[in-house]
């Protein structure tokens, strides 16, 4: 399933009082004057439409929100022709089959890990929107790493895990095609669910990282099979273990959990 434009007629949104599980939901505008992004002129770089369409204080609602109560997530961040310009830019770069078995972790997905400085424009766009909307709460991070991941119909998922405690600040993840169920757990057991629901294109999840504003409490959560095709997400990461103003690697290669 690929992205579909945000439905129309939806006045702009904001995060909402945390509900009985302390989840907090924020809704993204929804576009009222068109269903696809206008060319961009030929003095314009690819990803130019990004900033307008990406309402920045949703962003920030969801990043402060998440760091407050653990995770949070709006729907309809991301526009369809936003969503499919972020997989073609990636062309014919490799993506790497990860191992089913992660020490307690088991997974069936493919990965393709990038770095600044970003090569693709929509991408490298959007990365500064995300740090630009961090640094508008009391939470900046600066993005040094973009992990895609796919999972794959059928069997296609990751078990109920928590991101590695080297990244910083939040994770900021963006679904970009599919549909799959994403579940927030008390513990490892699949089955002791705090919530769960279908990510969906261009919707958002946020999700507290590692000694976040001085709070340990990173979300466990998993992934379960799309209901057809492959869901793809894009996950936004501050890495302690990298350079920050290059990106590049500290030591060794990616080695990651991700939603």
Wanted: with cysteine; net charge neutral.
């Amino acid at each position: 399933m690929r992205c579909s434009p945000s439905p129309p007629n939806h006045v702009p949104g904001a995060c909402g009082p945390p509900g009985r599980d302390g989840t907090v939901r924020c809704e993204a505008p929804r576009r009222t004057d068109r269903d696809e992004l206008l060319p961009c002129s030929p003095s314009q770089a690819a990803g130019c439409h990004v900033a307008d369409d990406v309402d920045s204080a949703v962003l920030a609602a969801a990043i402060a929100e998440a760091h407050r109560v653990g995770h949070a997530r709006a729907a309809h961040v991301l526009r369809g022709p936003i969503c499919r310009r972020l997989l073609q830019e990636l062309g014919p770069l490799p993506w790497e089959e990860l191992p089913v078995n992660a020490g307690l972790v088991r997974q069936i997905a493919r990965r393709l890990v990038l770095y600044p400085p970003w090569a693709a424009p929509t991408l490298a766009t959007l990365a500064g929107l995300v740090e630009a909307a961090a640094a508008a709460t009391v939470h900046p991070l600066t993005v040094n790493e973009a992990t895609f991941m796919a999972y794959d119909w059928p069997d296609g998922g990751i078990s109920p895990h928590r991101d590695r405690a080297r990244y910083r600040g939040a994770v900021i993840v963006f679904t970009v095609e599919g549909t799959a169920p994403f579940r927030i757990h008390h513990s490892r057991d699949i089955e002791d669910v705090v919530e769960s629901w279908l990510t969906t294109p261009g919707d958002m999840l946020v999700l507290r990282a590692a000694a976040a504003g001085g709070v340990e409490g990173r979300a466990m959560h998993s992934v379960g099979p799309p209901l057809r095709g492959a869901r793809v997400s894009l996950s936004f990461r501050d890495d302690s273990t990298r350079e920050r103003s290059t990106g590049s690697p500290a030591s060794g290669r990616a080695s990651t959990f991700t939603a």
